[in-house]
């Protein structure tokens, strides 16, 4: 079982930046791909970046690619998503996530586990 606990979320401003933080429990956490998704009231959950196990391999959202960067820790077990160039559309609950199969992807089906989420809220 791993259990996900995100961080970081506030109220910022545009043009602001953001750092999340997921901290990941578990021994296997270093073989694990990673994600950050997000989700506004009313839409379907979205997928944001995701890093390989290794964290060699990252892959991002168009909406977000130039802005946000995803990067791990594996001895430390945490995942952070640092987010610059804020807009107002970026508002959202963020989860991270957590897929035991290997590759990376940005299907929610490919991932195990979530964390509660960390709310954004960026002001215009």
């Known amino acids: 079982q791993v259990q996900l606990v995100e961080s970081g979320g506030g109220l910022v401003q545009a043009g602001g930046s953001l750092r999340l933080s997921c901290a990941a429990s578990?021994?296997?956490?270093?073989?694990?791909?990673m994600g950050w998704f997000r989700q506004v009231p009313g839409k379907e959950r979205e997928f944001v970046a995701t890093?390989?196990?290794?964290?060699?391999?990252?892959y991002y959202a168009d909406s977000v690619k130039g802005r946000f960067t995803i990067s791990r820790d594996n001895a430390k077990n945490m995942v952070w998503l640092h987010m610059s160039s804020l807009l107002p559309e970026d508002t959202a609950k963020y989860y991270c996530?957590?897929?035991?199969?290997?590759?990376?992807?940005?299907?929610?089906?490919?991932?195990?586990?979530w964390g509660q989420g960390t709310q954004v809220t960026v002001s215009s």
């Open positions: 578990g021994r296997t956490f270093s073989t694990y791909t």
């Open positions: 996530a957590a897929g035991t199969q290997g590759s990376w992807s940005t299907a929610q089906r490919a991932y195990d586990y």
């Open positions: 890093i390989t196990w290794s964290g060699l391999s990252t």
